[in-house]
């Protein structure tokens, strides 16, 4: 005899947190609470194929996305979204083409692909945010959005990269990047350090304040916090040394979100997920370099997030 619909709904409840530990690893980004205030909407509206979905259906996908403390969990989230699409508030389904919301979801879900599709669905509009709170960051320009194709054309036909091939592969094949001319002078970070030099192509952004009271107790309080979770960097890449660069006015940069890449002997690539920033034609710009500072003790001008740890960078 099949369980009847409030079994069904039980069963739900007590299977997505164990199916949690099932699903794909959560990414380390870090995302600020005024990026997903103001770019959560526009995020899930690119993301979203569904035409016409009513405001009601959104704002239900919306809710899930905010928690009560304000702060952004992308585990609490994925399970938050899977726990609504089990109530049956809206759909979610996703093929190569990208995802739909749907206002009306399936009969029975399988709760173990709604998880997986929850954590790919809040792993992009993760990833949209950043890329928008970014493109914010830099200003208005003029500005070019590219898929996938679009981009190994554009990187082929117009600014000329040989390894056009390889660049396109840098950046996450299902999200939009764009090419943007900078109409002011913009300060760009890069990790570098073992066979990797500070002058190079792939940069990230953006420096920010950091928080008062983010220091712990026998720390000295960094003057600037940024995000490098989520960058792929190359195995050769020891990222001890960090370069603050200012990047000139008139400048043409390619925007948009770092694929997994560079693939360990388990066959396991180093993920991606947050944004790069790509300039197709580098110049030797001056740069301000900064040193891993080592202790907690030890002064530190810049703290990094990396995809495990903290890092402590200083003149």
């Known amino acids: ?61 919306r ?37 739909k919301i749907l206002q ?15 954590g790919r669905f809040v792993e992009s509009v993760s990833s949209v945010i950043r890329r928008l709170s970014i493109l914010e960051e830099i200003g208005p320009g003029t500005s070019t959005k590219l898929g996938q194709d679009q981009l190994r054309v554009y990187l082929k036909d117009t600014v000329k990269v040989t390894d056009y091939q390889q660049v396109t592969e840098a950046f996450h094949p299902d999200l939009i990047a764009e090419a943007v001319t900078l109409k002011e002078p913009k300060t760009l970070l890069r990790l570098y350090g073992g066979k990797v030099q500070a002058s190079g192509r792939y940069f990230f952004c953006c420096l920010q304040r950091s928080p008062v009271g983010q220091a712990q107790a026998g720390e000295r309080p960094a003057q600037f916090w940024s995000d490098a979770s989520g960058l792929a960097t190359p195995p050769e890449n020891l990222g001890r040394h960090l370069a603050v660069t200012t990047i000139p006015a008139g400048t043409t940069v390619i925007i948009g979100t770092v694929a997994d890449n560079f693939v360990d002997q388990l066959g396991r690539p180093k993920l991606g997920g947050n944004t790069q920033i790509f300039v197709p034609h580098i110049r030797t710009f001056p740069f301000q370099e900064y040193r891993l500072a080592g202790e907690k003790s030890a002064v530190t001008e810049i703290l990094l997030q990396s995809d495990d740890r903290i890092l402590r960078f200083r003149k």
């Open 63 to 99: 809710e899930a996305f905010h928690s009560s403390d304000g702060t952004w969990n992308k585990e609490r989230v994925t399970n938050r979204l899977a726990a609504a699409i089990a109530r049956k508030e809206f759909g979610l389904s996703s093929d190569r083409k990208g995802f």
């Open 1 to 61: 005899m099949p369980p009847s619909a409030t079994a069904r709904r039980w069963m739900l409840v007590f299977l997505i947190p164990v199916l949690a530990v099932l699903a794909p690893s959560i990414r380390s980004q870090k995302l600020l609470p005024r990026e997903v205030d103001v770019h959560l909407r526009p995020a899930i509206e690119e993301l979203n194929r569904t035409r016409g979905l009513d405001r009601a259906t959104l704002e239900h996908v």
């Open 104 to 118: 009306k979801p399936a009969t029975d879900p399988n709760p173990r692909l709604v998880l997986r599709t929850s």
